[in-house]
């Protein structure tokens, strides 16, 4: 026997006897129901089958209303009958059955499923998104406070550079100052005219005099030339360490990369925050939360009525199968109460939240201190870099960080300095710097 209950259909067929009883789509359920009853008497207990039961596992509200009605047909012929009425129960049960293992059931799962995509949407949209403000700057500020302490040290790393220049311009100054005297002495047209002409009135023995003068003369302008150039030669040596204004610079150099990696490590960081946290992505999260929940507030709402509807005839029903139970005399004051009884839909009502708010307006141009590349970033980031050397070198202020205007962010490649002897022209002494020496007591 096959039962087809649906709001178009309804289809009985019954396939327990020789010849099967069809029942068309324009009968009604309650002919339906009572072919039911009579082909029930002759299959000896055998009861529904599985293909029987299934075909009542969507309770629609029209469907269900036929049953009531066929339910309260059946109470009233048992009334007529009396006690020559067939026995019911074991048919009843089975239909207790169905409703509460298939009726009920598919009504709390469409119930279950509206109730639970309103808790969830709501619980995600209350949640909220992540905003601009939100974005964690503290997995990279450590790394900006190393690259800000490493411009002051980058700013020392190059005064040493430059005292050694200054030193050597001192030294140079010195050398040049003390051999002047040398190369003067080391002129033959110093002597000019020529010193070996005999002095008038040289006494006699003119010639030994003459020698003996000469001889005097000469060593002692000798002795001078030698002190004069001692004095050249010995300028560089002093009681302090020798120190190498070449190795200097290289370790200004190595410094100065050292910081603009930290730099970019930083600010590689604050790019993705920037392209992550901002007013476009926030704004479409929050939309998109609202969205969901008001979509399932408007399904579950448009839904909320038919679910109501059909809890209150599934338990009319289940008074209705009560009833039957009861003696022929009382049915009919059974079935007055059943029809007149208010039933719950407590257990289907739905519990609904909100509304939701408008999303809250967002002004990215209050974020451009994110990016790198702008003069607000710098001014939120690199503010504790403090200048205390006026110089450039290589086109760039000594101690400052690295300037980018690109809009990928990563501005540049870092390279470490290549550094042995060679060092740069365009310092505050430009020239070659790779004398070693010392400032000692030269003033």
């Known amino acids: 026997?096959?039962?087809?209950?649906?709001?178009?259909?309804?289809?009985?067929?019954?396939?327990?006897?020789?010849?099967?009883?069809?029942?068309?789509?324009?009968?009604?359920?309650?002919?339906?129901?009572?072919?039911?009853?009579?082909?029930?008497?002759?299959?000896?207990?055998?009861?529904?089958?599985?293909?029987?039961?299934?075909?009542?596992?969507?309770p629609e509200k029209s469907a269900l209303d036929e049953m009531e009605a066929s339910l309260v047909s059946m109470a009233r012929d048992r009334e007529k009958q009396g006690s020559a009425a067939a026995n019911l129960t074991d048919f009843l049960t089975q239909i207790q059955d169905i409703i509460d293992q298939t009726m009920k059931q598919s009504i709390l799962a469409r119930y279950n499923t509206s109730q639970t995509s309103l808790d969830t949407t709501w619980a995600t949209y209350t949640t909220g998104c992540a905003g601009v403000g939100d974005a964690p700057w503290s997995l990279y500020t450590p790394i900006n406070t190393q690259h800000v302490a490493c411009r002051g040290q980058e700013e020392s790393a190059y005064t040493s550079y430059t005292d050694c220049l200054n030193d050597?311009?001192?030294?140079?100054g010195a050398t040049a100052a003390r051999c002047a005297a040398y190369n003067n002495l080391n002129t033959m047209s110093r002597y000019s005219p020529s010193p070996c002409v005999m002095q008038p009135n040289t006494q006699a023995p003119t010639i030994g005099n003459y020698l003996r003068h000469m001889k005097q003369y000469w060593q002692t302008e000798l002795a001078n030339l030698r002190a004069a150039r001692n004095d050249c030669s010995n300028v560089t040596t002093t009681s302090g360490p020798t120190t190498n204004c070449d190795a200097l610079y290289c370790t200004w150099m190595a410094k100065r990369y050292q910081c603009d990696d930290y730099q970019r490590s930083f600010e590689n960081g604050a790019c993705l925050l920037s392209r992550n946290y901002t007013c476009a992505r926030y704004t479409g999260c929050m939309t998109a939360k609202a969205n969901a929940y008001n979509e399932a507030h408007s399904s579950a709402n448009a839904s909320q009525a038919g679910l109501q509807a059909e809890w209150r005839a599934v338990k009319r029903i289940e008074c209705l199968i009560d009833s039957l139970g009861a003696p022929a005399?009382?049915?009919?004051?059974?079935?007055?109460?059943?029809?007149?009884?208010?039933?719950?839909?407590?257990?289907?009502?739905?519990?609904?939240?909100?509304?939701?708010?408008?999303?809250?307006?967002?002004?990215?141009?209050?974020?451009?201190?994110?990016?790198?590349?702008?003069?607000?970033?710098?001014?939120?980031?690199?503010?504790?870099?403090?200048?205390?050397?006026?110089?450039?070198?290589?086109?760039?202020?000594?101690?400052?960080?690295?300037?980018?205007?690109?809009?990928v962010c990563d501005c540049w490649n870092g390279t470490a300095p290549t550094c042995t002897v060679a060092v740069s022209s365009s310092g505050p002494l430009a020239g070659s710097h790779s004398s070693s020496h010392t400032i000692g007591n030269l003033s």
């Not at 087809?4 to 069809?22: E, G, H, Q």
């Not at 208010?342 to 209050?366: E, I, L, M, N, R």
């Not at 790198?372 to 202020?397: C, H, I, K, M, Q």
Request: with cysteine.
């Open 1 to 58: 026997m096959k039962l087809f209950i649906s709001a178009a259909t309804l289809v009985l067929s019954s396939c327990f006897l020789p010849a099967c009883v069809a029942v068309s789509s324009t009968e009604s359920l309650s002919r339906a129901m009572h072919k039911l009853l009579e082909m029930q008497k002759h299959v000896h207990g055998r009861g529904l089958s599985q293909t029987q039961k299934n075909n009542l596992y969507m």
């Open 168 to 172: 050597q311009a001192i030294i140079q």
């Open 329 to 407: 005399a009382q049915l009919q004051s059974q079935i007055d109460a059943c029809i007149a009884r208010t039933h719950s839909t407590t257990q289907v009502t739905f519990t609904y939240y909100g509304p939701t708010a408008p999303v809250p307006v967002c002004d990215q141009s209050q974020y451009t201190n994110m990016t790198p590349g702008n003069a607000a970033f710098s001014t939120r980031w690199y503010s504790g870099v403090t200048l205390t050397v006026s110089a450039s070198e290589d086109g760039r202020a000594v101690g400052t960080p690295r300037t980018c205007a690109s809009s």
